[in-house]
């Protein structure tokens, strides 16, 4: 099995970091399916893409960060082969009562990290998706336990049947918040 090594993603940020105001080059990297992207060692010190999502439909607190060639994309743009995103899914804490502790900000509270997912977008990346009309363009799908080594046992269809309808959006839940947030 293939696997995007935290080497290619090197040298994915050094690109990325030499170009100035431009978008930096894409690099060229094999194809990738779901399941082949590890978790990118330097990915805490991204841009985040959104942070302290609150999920009370699932019990979880999320926090998503982006690599430099994603984050250099405009709004209204799709995003740029190479671009790279990883999801933190964290534990919403409880208390004996099963309901949700919040904080005084009136917040969900983190507590253990479950799942880093990782979706990653190249050329040709995700062409043998089965069934084929579950394909998200050129994006593809790894998920973890909170290691971030041991693979998760998560079916890869369910996310792509999830962020299937988000087509005008490149396939990337809160496109528009993400953009509104940057231009503040």
């Known amino acids: ?21 431009q978008r930096p080059p894409t690099p060229q990297v094999e194809k990738v399916a779901d399941g082949e992207l590890s978790v990118p060692v330097n990915y805490k010190s991204w841009p985040k893409f959104l942070s302290d999502i609150q999920r009370t439909d ?32 964290y534990k919403a804490r409880e208390a004996a009562d099963g ?17 880093i997912g990782v979706m990653g977008k190249g050329p040709g990346w995700g062409e043998n998706v089965t069934p084929p009309e579950l394909k998200n363009g050129d994006w593809v799908y790894a998920m973890y336990m909170g290691d971030g080594k041991t693979k998760a046992p998560d079916d890869y269809t369910t996310c792509r049947a999830c962020h299937l309808p988000l087509t005008d959006k490149d396939y990337i839940f809160r496109y528009d918040e993400y953009f509104q947030k940057r231009a503040k």
């Open 1 to 21: 099995m293939k696997r995007i090594t935290s080497g290619i993603i090197t040298a994915v940020l050094v690109t990325a970091l030499v170009g100035c105001a």
């Open 58 to 89: 699932t019990k979880q607190v999320r926090e998503i960060y982006i690599n430099p060639i994603g984050h250099s994309t405009k709004m209204g743009e799709d995003f740029p082969h190479g671009t790279i995103t990883v999801m933190e899914i």
């Open 99 to 115: 309901t949700l502790l919040k904080g005084p900000d009136g917040k969900l509270v983190k507590g253990e990290l479950l799942k």
